[in-house]
Each structure stands twice: as structure tokens, then as C-alpha cells.
């Protein structure tokens, strides 16, 4: 696209989902800048760990394949300062 003169008149930024095993707990946190908690979105399926949060016409999506399975109910979310993280 550069190589016909056209550039984004703002870059695009990759946000990416951060990933901490202490051994005992896996802690997950990505950006959601603006989004709030009733936007929010966690689900699991299977081994698949997936959250979305809407902004207006923004959506965050993010994806996590789990080492192991488990259960549904142990999944702790907050969001904080446009940070969400999960454990």
C-alpha cells in the first residue's frame, strides 16, 4: 500500500494477551482501553480460552490455547484501568 502512496493516518498497533505461569496460577492480561465491565466477554471452550470486549465500534478479541483443561467456574475476570486480567 505504501507503494502507492497511501499511508494509515494513524499506525496499527497489535495488542497481544500476556501470559504469567507461576506453576500454581496462569494470570492472563490484555489491553481493553474503554471498554467496560458489562462489555466484557470471557468464555472457555474446551481448552480455548477467548475474550472480547466491545467499544463502541471497537472489539478486542483474544484468544489463549489452555495447557490443560479446566473448570469453567475457577475462571476469575477484572477490569481495571482498560487492563483485564484473568486467573
Known amino acids: ?3 502507492l502512496g497511501w499511508t494509515p493516518a494513524r499506525p496499527l ?7 504469567v505461569d507461576d506453576g500454581d496460577t496462569l494470570t ?14 470471557v468464555t472457555l471452550d474446551g481448552r480455548l480460552l ?3 470486549g466491545h ?3 471497537r472489539t478486542y478479541r483474544y484468544r489463549h490455547a489452555l495447557d490443560a483443561a479446566i473448570d469453567p ?12 486480567t484473568i486467573t
Do not use: F, K, W
Open 1 to 3: 500500500l505504501v507503494a
Open 13 to 19: 498497533q497489535a495488542r497481544a494477551l500476556h501470559a
Open 28 to 41: 492472563l492480561t490484555a489491553e481493553m482501553p474503554g471498554v467496560a465491565d458489562a462489555d466484557l466477554e
Open 50 to 52: 477467548s475474550v472480547v
Open 55 to 57: 467499544r463502541g465500534e
Open 73 to 84: 467456574e475457577s475462571i476469575c475476570a477484572t477490569l481495571e484501568h482498560g487492563i483485564v
